[in-house]
Every structure is written in structure tokens, then in C-alpha cells.
């Protein structure tokens, strides 16, 4: 129980486009979800936190209008990388938490290419 | 804000070593603690979970342990495998309903 998942889990995209990445909370409700991203040989860092319905917050640095979070449904957020940059490559990982979980579940990721 | 340390940061050892891996953290007011493992290239797998109450937690070969008034949690691998390579993280839960996650350790286990 409890998974999540990501599509797509790799994407290479022109700079100047726009990539949308889903992350999916297959047989929970996700109340909240959180996206981070990853630089090669660093930690996780936390981009923002959204839930169901609501706006979603950005951790300080981050551009709310280049990374565009929707969670519109229990199950589903997505994340926009509008305009996207070389600098914006990178992995995206998705987490969730529902109701009656323990902890946090995390999708399987996206490396986002940018050329 | 919760800082998260990892130490070592790269660790070799024979197949067979027990072993053990570190986590400190700044704030000991925290909700939980998990480690999870992630292969390269690859996203992450939820390995233990320590709730704030709890003071270990096993599974198979894993054993975490989690001092909150120190603010240290270990990793204890026995009998380590080849297959054990990864780089292992340590992700503190708080309050604040927000994970802060230290920079890893790259454990490489030699056949």
C-alpha cells in the first residue's frame, strides 16, 4: 500500500519550452504533497508543500512562477517547469501523505534534461 | 531551521562487515525520522521509520536507533551485501509537517 508514482521518469526538453511532471497517489488520498528537488551529489531540498484545493508554498529561492504546482484532485499534483533553463536539469522527487499514514511516500523521481 | 548531518560521507567495506551509518541533527524537537535508500539515478526507498516516540526500529539486517535528546539516529547494516551499495539517507520529520534531509553516505560494499 501507499505508493506513488511519477510520469514521466525521464524528460529532455529544448530551453525556452515548458515540462509538466504528474506525481500520482495511486491507493491512498494524499492530503498534502511535497516536491524537492535533487542536484547531482547533494541532499534533497524542499521546493514547495501543497494541498488538496490550495495554493501551494515555496520554500525561500523558489520561483513560484517558473515552478507551477497544481494538486487539484487527492490523488494527483503536478509540477510545471515553465521556461525551462540548462540550470533547471535536475531529478524531481514527489512525496505524499495521506490521512491514517505513517510518514512520508515517495515517487520513484524525474530527470529533467534541459539542452 | 533543522540542519542534518550525515557522517561519513563515503564508506567502503568487505561483504560480511557489520556497519554503521550516522545522523545528527541541530533541533530535537522533531515529529520522526526515516531513512531511505537511493540507488543511482533512481528515487528514493523508505527503508525504517522512527516515530518521535520510538527508540529503534527493525527490519531484516536493518536496525535504526533514534536518541531524540542527542539528536543522533544510526543505521546499523549486519552481514553487508554487494547489493547494499547505495547512498543512504537520513530525512527528519518536523513538526512543521516538512522533511529536512541530510546529504547522504555512499556505501560501497566489495565483494
Known amino acids: 500500500g501507499a505508493v506513488v508514482s511519477q510520469h514521466p521518469s525521464r524528460v529532455i526538453c529544448k530551453s525556452g519550452t515548458s515540462v509538466k511532471i504528474e506525481c500520482r497517489s495511486l491507493?491512498?488520498?494524499?492530503?498534502?504533497m511535497f516536491w524537492y528537488r535533487q542536484f547531482p551529489k547533494q541532499s534533497l531540498m524542499l521546493m514547495a508543500t501543497?494541498?488538496?484545493?490550495?495554493?501551494?508554498?515555496?520554500e525561500q529561492g523558489v520561483e513560484k512562477d517558473k515552478f507551477l504546482i497544481n494538486h487539484a484532485s487527492l490523488t494527483l499534483s503536478t509540477l510545471t517547469v515553465t521556461s525551462a533553463h540548462p540550470e533547471d536539469s535536475s531529478f524531481y522527487i514527489c512525496s505524499a501523505r495521506g490521512p491514517g499514514l505513517n510518514g512520508e511516500y515517495f515517487g520513484p523521481g524525474t530527470r529533467l534534461t534541459v539542452t | 531551521k533543522q540542519e542534518v548531518t550525515q557522517i561519513p560521507a563515503a564508506l567502503s567495506v568487505p561483504e560480511g562487515e557489520n556497519l554503521v551509518l550516522n545522523c545528527s541533527f541541530t533541533d530535537s524537537a522533531i515529529y520522526n525520522l526515516q531513512w531511505f535508500r537511493q540507488d543511482p539515478g533512481k528515487g528514493l526507498t523508505s527503508l525504517l521509520l522512527i516515530q518521535s516516540s520510538q527508540r529503534e526500529q527493525t527490519s531484516g539486517r536493518l536496525n535504526a536507533s533514534l536518541d531524540k535528546s542527542s539528536g543522533r539516529s544510526t543505521l546499523y547494516i549486519a552481514a553487508s551485501q554487494p547489493g547494499d551499495s547505495a547512498t543512504y539517507l537520513c530525512?527528519?520529520?518536523?513538526?512543521?509537517?516538512?522533511?529536512?534531509f541530510g546529504t547522504g553516505t555512499s556505501l560501497t560494499v566489495i565483494p
Open positions: 491507493d491512498f488520498q494524499a492530503t498534502t
Open positions: 530525512a527528519v520529520g518536523s513538526t512543521g509537517n516538512q522533511f529536512y
Open positions: 501543497s494541498n488538496e484545493g490550495s495554493k501551494a508554498t515555496y
